[in-house]
């Protein structure tokens, strides 16, 4: 994997999420499946400061001893939330499909990329984000950890194994990665959060990702 730049990198550690409490819902216990719907839904209805650890086990019907063999922490329990609703999306699977083409995958990935972006539950969790995190800095580092992040390295991973023979020239993967994303959110994004009852249309989605691409491979094509 490409090394990100010191700047892009967060400094604070990476809360601990046990081997049993990843969010994919195959093989993962009842009990930890309990915790995650309970915890995805107190912090989407109160916010991440007064979804306490309390309310979540209580809806979830565990015990708060049973709720911690699982999460470390509640900001671990978040990044769980968060990363279980990323792998429901299937958003790894596009970038790794080895029967199409660099320049496919691309666009495939970026109509699924700005498909979740600009999803009312995606907006409602981003805004919730950025209104707690001033008061509770760990929730931005764990969204950002869980989502954006992963999202990035695994383009960056992409642009690295794939460009060259897709006639890119890039010599930082993982900052080109950022281009991609930054083009893709563009205007839809903004207005998916300032706008609450506006979702684009899929043809709105597919036209937005086809010029975000189109310049994307301008700009690198070796």
């Known amino acids: ?3 990100r730049p010191a700047h892009d990198r967060v400094s604070d550690p990476t809360p601990t999420i046990p081997t049993s409490g990843l969010p994919a ?43 911690y063999t699982r999460f470390a922490s509640k900001d671990a329990m978040f990044m769980a939330v968060v990363d279980r609703e990323r792998r429901r999306r299937h958003l790894d699977d596009v970038l790794t499909d080895d029967s199409r083409s660099l320049e496919a995958r691309l666009r495939a990935w970026g109509e699924k990329i700005v498909s979740v972006i600009v999803d009312p539950f995606t907006a409602n969790v981003y805004r ?7 008061r509770f800095p760990e929730v931005g580092r764990a969204f950002y950890r869980s989502a954006p992040l992963v999202a990035r390295e695994q383009l960056a991973r992409a642009l690295a194994e794939h460009g060259a023979a897709a006639g890119l020239k890039i010599d930082d993967p993982f900052r080109a990665a950022g281009d991609l994303i930054g083009l893709l959110r563009g205007d839809l994004h903004l207005r998916a959060l300032l706008d609450v009852e506006h979702r684009p249309e899929a043809t709105e989605i597919r036209a937005a990702v086809e010029h975000a691409v189109d310049v994307f491979l301008r700009a690198y094509r070796a």
């Open 1 to 3: 994997m490409p090394k």
């Open 25 to 67: 819902d195959d093989g993962v216990d009842r009990k930890t499946r309990q915790i995650l719907d309970a915890a995805g839904r107190a912090f989407r209805e109160h916010g991440y400061g007064k979804a306490s650890v309390d309310r979540i086990a209580r809806d979830a019907g565990v015990s708060k001893a049973t709720l």
């Open 128 to 134: 919730m984000v950025v209104a707690e995190s001033p």
